[in-house]
């Protein structure tokens, strides 16, 4: 459509902007005589009123169908312009802007230059709009619901503005309370009112505006769709309290975990079940549950050891009892014979040593029977019909059948052996579980209605069919691996041969046994450990342990072996027997060969290899064999009709998530399952038993346990740090692990007397607190325990909110600059230096010191420096003035000449004071007798009095005297600078927002347009824009409001044409636009193989258009020929 046109063409003074660099006459002139021009003029003011008349006017008279007008500031004048073209009935995108002031005038200062290169502009886009064709813009409806992401003063600003009007708000808040940074202050500047007082009223009337869904820990994860029509996707994090929280503060009182307070910016501690402070909104307490601790997940039934933990290091013994028996219904016997998996993983080992979980968990359960007896067995309110059976009365089983009891379930547990215990009572000697402890423990199951039937060996005495004839529904298998596997070595039938399990077996029913002098063990396992200490107990005069490995390699726990040695066994490694020598079917010796260790075999463990020519026999009275062990399942597979599937271990193969077995109605766990395993294996096995049985009894799917059986990688690495709070694992102090006390070695070997002694009241305590709190909270749940309307929740999870929005509001505020890194100030070493929120904290009543200005030792400060610009004006870390930081120094200058009588020296490079009443502040400040000096501090320093007392010299130079100073104080306030906030960056990546070069999110136009953002329908408030003061902050958020309502009030909104396009005849499918998009605006097509463009959500940018190889993308608005026509004007020139 180039026939025809008629151009007109203005040129404009802009005041003396232009005109004083350009000869605007001259280019109007010049361009007069150009093809297609039909108008070309100048003006003083193309902007103004008459400036635009003149346009409309000449559109109208002359029939103008193209306009170019050469000006300033596209972003802001090519609407002006455009919607001047409108109103003379014009299509707005006939016309083509000229940038000849920032291009051309403002770069130039030679004039004849400076005028060729101006009419090579205005040329260019005369040449350019010829080809331009008519566009339409897209209307778009406007969902009138508004998301606020931040909610400091800025945030609920805006959010109430909008409320007001009766439109919907998200307002969603990465922290646990409303307030942000403003509710930290104590006063304001300069009228120094309370904080509070002006923010809190706010903070409330958004809790109770019905407008207003208030979003606290939350953050939002996913932002998708164009202006009017957001789609929203937020991560609400769980609290762990639910909305029945009255506040009463009663859980704070005990909680036993105290970490450094977020809020009070770590200058005074809080307890893990916290509110940030008393104003806060919404006024729930929170637990803060950073990460599970690893001793939780690493412990197969999940016992709270972080919390029993906790619980004895504030010397609260009965309740860490009782967190651990709710949890573990064998706590007695884990106190002694646990195997605790929790200590490999506990993160202390990383500092030093691992904590002694164990031995916690035997001093807590001691003092308990100590001190109140024996633990009752709990009364069973529901009761349900259905009847299961048990085999096998191990930790297994008797973990299993605790639970189903629990349940309401009707449990009989079968035992082969004539007491209950499984391997508990017939495997580990006396000296590590005494007999009468089990049997207690037997008891409180037996309090539970548990039946146990003795002597009723699965196979022989019943069979599974037999169960079922009896009513049992559900049946589970822990028989144990009580099985002794041989060493399949010539002569080992003969007489003085024993299996390890049924010689400790033997032993813990009474049955004693003449072993002789010399005594051989062969094994390395916990079994091999107890058989030749046992051994040793009945009159052995020598024991020796044959271990093929060395040491490293042995499987049996390291204080087992230490103990064994200590009791003078001799424990040969590398040494393995090929033979029983023996005499008329008698043991005498036996041949062994010694070994060295090559590759790893499938346990992971190197593989010993026989050393050529080393053969050697040594003799020996008696020989326990100790190896391995395997389960007894003869009487599984045999006359019942249920089979099952043996795997090539020996083993029954079960589901390894439900424990179910080839037959629905029976599931198996423990060693029979696992192998030779641990206590709390088995256990762990048993609890994920009870579960499934459960869901198989309600007819649910078994899925979606509690148990866990998969734990997460546990993270490893001397930077890493237990919780956000603590001192990473270099930083954190070395200290001893308390050592628990035992009989003497020399005395205990000649019985059966318990050797370990437990932890003292003293070294429980001392030893519970080297722990690190990973994770703060450590699931004591004593705030659920105490509270009365039942708030809080463990069982809670992060939700997932979806919904739609027209707009959208960032308001994610600032941090301040972390003064750490700016070395010579001491900041973080050197005590009484304190940043400006941390002393903030301290003017308030509920900070650390209760509003008092006061040093680390509890006096009151003689002498206090502020020093400004930390951070900012600096080449180093900022070269932007911060705005408020002068006048908060001149605020705290106050506060501290007012709550004390220092003498108070403010630091600083120019001091502005540019807001309403801040002249006047600093007027008033200088009256009350401040010293202020000019001079950028060099250095802090601490140095001795002559009284002993240690000052901070604070190093300067002094430019109005223009001499070096030293200036001693007590106490250092730096004023930080103000920065991004840390979620600026992510949110900037969600939303697609430029950022400056300062790391602020950018506006759209930084005089006109400051609170506007390129993307349509996302604004800025307060300091995501850049530092600023509270009346700013307010003023920017009621604009940023204002701007948004007049969007919901329009109820629809022209989304501009100037898009792609793509020609689905030419595309080739190759998807590299949707690659390179960075709007998501383009999508494939599966069926047809090609990609198209969404209207709304492109932005017209051209990146697809120049990277399109088939060439199928044009840019609507930039077309080739638009394109080329402009570079050739320019060439014209």
């Known amino acids: 459509m180039t026939n025809n046109v008629k151009i007109g063409v203005y040129i404009c003074h802009c005041g003396v902007n232009i005109s004083q660099t350009v000869r605007v006459d001259e280019v109007a002139n010049l361009l007069s005589g150009k093809q297609n021009v039909k108008v070309s003029k100048s003006y003083k003011f193309m902007c103004s009123d008459p400036g635009q008349q003149i346009v409309e006017t000449d559109i109208k008279e002359h029939g103008l169908n193209r306009v170019v007008v050469a000006a300033c500031s596209p972003l802001m004048h090519e609407l002006t312009f455009r919607n001047a073209c409108e109103r003379a009935g014009l299509n707005r995108y006939l016309f083509q802007m000229a940038n000849i002031r920032e291009h051309c005038a403002w770069v130039h200062d030679d004039i004849d230059k400076a005028t060729i290169k101006a009419t090579a502009l205005v040329n260019a886009a005369v040449k350019r709009v010829t080809h331009q064709e008519p566009l339409t813009p897209m209307k778009s409806k406007i969902n009138p619901n508004t998301l606020i992401i931040g909610a400091g003063i800025a945030g609920i600003q805006a959010a109430l ?55 606290t820990l939350s953050d939002v994860e996913d ?81 709270e050891a972080a919390g029993y933990v906790a619980l004895i290091r504030e010397k609260r013994f009965h309740e860490a009892a009782q967190l651990i028996h709710k949890r573990n219904p064998l706590a007695v016997v884990c106190g002694r014979v646990c195997y605790h998996p929790c200590e490999s993983e506990c993160n202390r080992g990383h500092v030093d040593k691992p904590l002694a979980i164990q031995q916690l968990k035997r001093f807590a359960i001691d003092w308990e029977m100590n001190n109140n007896g024996k633990f009752e067995s709990p009364v ?63 008891n409180y199951f037996r309090g539970m209605g548990i039946q146990f039937k003795t002597n009723m060996k699965l196979g022989s005495d019943f069979t599974i069919d037999d169960l079922y004839k009896e009513g049992f529904k559900v049946v589970y298998i822990a028989i144990g691996a009580h099985d002794s596997i041989k060493l399949e070595i010539p002569n080992e039938h003969v007489i003085g041969i024993y299996s390890g399990v049924e010689f400790l077996r033997k032993v813990n029913i009474g049955i004693l046994m003449d072993l002789g002098k010399h005594v051989a063990v062969i094994g390395g396992g916990n079994t091999a450990i ?118 090539k271990w020996n083993t029954l193969h079960v589901n390894p998530e439900t424990l179910q077995t080839s037959e629905p109605s029976i599931f198996a766990g423990g060693d029979v399952v696992l192998g030779p395993s641990t206590i ?132 994610t505020g600032y941090d301040v600059f972390d003064a750490s890194k700016l070395i010579p100030y001491g900041y973080g070493k050197l005590k009484n230096i304190l940043s400006s929120l941390e002393f903030e904290r301290m ?56 709550r004390t009588s220092a003498e108070v020296y403010q630091f600083y490079i120019d001091m502005r ?76 990546k969600i939303l697609s927002l430029s950022r400056s070069p300062d790391g602020f999110l950018l506006e759209r136009h930084p005089k006109l347009d400051p609170f506007s953002t ?59 636009c949707n690659n390179l998009c960075p709007y998501s605006a383009i999508e494939f097509l599966e069926d047809k193989k090609v990609s198209v463009v969404n209207d709304a959500l492109c932005k017209g940018c051209g990146t697809c258009v120049a990277a399109c190889p088939a060439g199928a993308i044009t840019g609507k608005g930039f077309s080739d020929e638009q394109i080329y026509a402009e570079l050739e004007g320019i060439l014209e020139v």
């Open 1014 to 1072: 390129v993307s349509d329908g996302i604004y800025l408030a307060g300091c995501a824009q850049g530092p600023k003061d509270i009346p700013d902050t307010v003023s920017q958020a009621s604009a940023a409001a204002a701007r948004a309502l007049a969007i919901i009030s329009k109820g629809e909104v022209d989304i501009d044409p100037i898009r792609a396009e793509i020609n689905e005849n030419y595309c080739a499918g190759c998807r590299m």
């Open 530 to 647: 107890d058989a030749a200490r046992t051994a040793l107990r009945l009159g052995a005069k020598k024991v020796t342990i044959l271990y093929r490995r060395t040491k490293l390699e042995m499987p049996a726990s390291p204080e087992e072996i230490e103990d064994a040695e200590a009791e003078g066994i001799h424990i040969s490694y590398l040494t393995a027997p090929t033979e029983v020598i023996s005499e008329n079917e008698s043991l005498r010796g036996l041949k062994c060969i010694r070994m060295t260790l090559g590759e790893p075999d499938s346990s992971g463990r190197r593989r010993p290899i026989p050393i050529p020519n080393s053969e050697h026999e040594l003799e020996f009275d008696s020989v326990i064999v100790a190896v391995s062990q395997s389960p007894n399942l003869i009487g599984l597979n045999g006359k019942s009709k249920h089979k099952f599937t043996i795997t």
């Open 161 to 215: 503005e909008i409320a007001e009007s009766g439109n919907k708000v998200y307002l969603v808040e990465k922290e646990s309370t409303i307030g942000g940074q403003m509710a930290k202050f104590d006063k304001t500047f300069p009228t120094l009112d309370c904080s509070a007082c002006i923010l809190t009223p706010k903070m409330v009337s958004v809790s109770h505006r019905k407008q207003i869904e208030l979003l």
């Open 913 to 988: 004071a540019y807001g309403k009443g801040y002249e006047e502040f600093y007027s008033r400040i200088l009256a009350e007798g401040v010293n202020v000096i000019r001079g950028k501090v060099a250095e802090i320093v601490e140095q001795k009095a002559n009284d002993g007392d240690k000052f901070l010299a604070i190093k300067c130079e002094d430019t109005l005297i223009g001499k070096f100073r030293e200036i001693p104080v007590d106490m250092v306030i730096l004023c930080n600078a103000l920065q991004p906030s840390k979620t600026t960056e992510k949110v900037a």
């Open 843 to 898: 003017l308030s009543s509920t900070g650390p010191t209760g509003g008092r200005v006061l040093l680390e030792n509890g006096k009151e400060p003689r002498a206090v420096g502020i020093i400004h610009c930390v951070g900012s004006r600096d080449s180093n870390f900022n070269k932007y003035c911060s705005r408020v930081c002068c006048m908060y120094a001149m605020k705290f200058s106050h506060l501290v000449k007012d």
């Open 680 to 811: 709390i294996a088995s256990m762990g096995q048993g609890r994920r038993a009870a579960e499934s049985i459960e869901k198989y009894l309600n007819k649910e799917p078994l899925d979606n346990f509690t148990t866990h059986m998969v734990r997460p990688e546990v993270l490893r690495g001397e930077s890493f740090r237990p919780h956000s709070y603590a001192k990473t694992y270099k930083e954190t102090e070395k200290t001893e692990r308390e050592a628990v006390g035992k009989l003497n070695p020399l005395a205990r070997k000649y019985n059966f007397e318990e050797v370990e002694l437990g932890f003292t009241e003293e070294q429980a305590v001392k030893e519970a607190s080297r722990c690190l709190n990973c994770g703060v909270c450590v699931e004591c749940h004593e705030c659920q325990r105490v509270c009365e309307p039942g708030a809080v929740n463990y069982e809670m999870e992060d939700k997932i909110k979806e919904f739609d929005v027209g707009q959208i509001i960032v308001a």
């Open 380 to 442: 069973i309110d529901k009761h349900r019909p259905e009847k299961v059976a048990v085999i096998g009365s191990g930790p297994s089983g008797l973990t299993c059948a605790h639970d189903l009891s629990l349940k309401g379930f009707k449990v009989t547990v079968y035992e082969q052996h004539s007491i209950p215990g499984g391997m508990l009572a017939i495997g580990i000697p006396e000296y590590r579980l005494p007999k009468k402890l089990l049997a207690m423990e037997i």
């Open 223 to 303: 932002v998708s769709g164009y202006i009017g029509n957001f789609k929203v996707k937020v991560r609400n994090k769980a609290r762990y309290v639910t909305d029945k929280c009255t506040s009463c503060g009663e859980c704070t009182k005990h909680c036993p975990v105290h970490v450094p307070n977020w809020f009070d910016e770590f200058t005074q501690n809080r307890t893990a079940i916290h509110k940030a402070f008393p104003q806060a909104v919404p006024n729930t307490y929170i637990i803060d549950r950073q990460q599970r601790p690893p001793c939780i997940e690493a412990c197969p039934i999940r016992q």
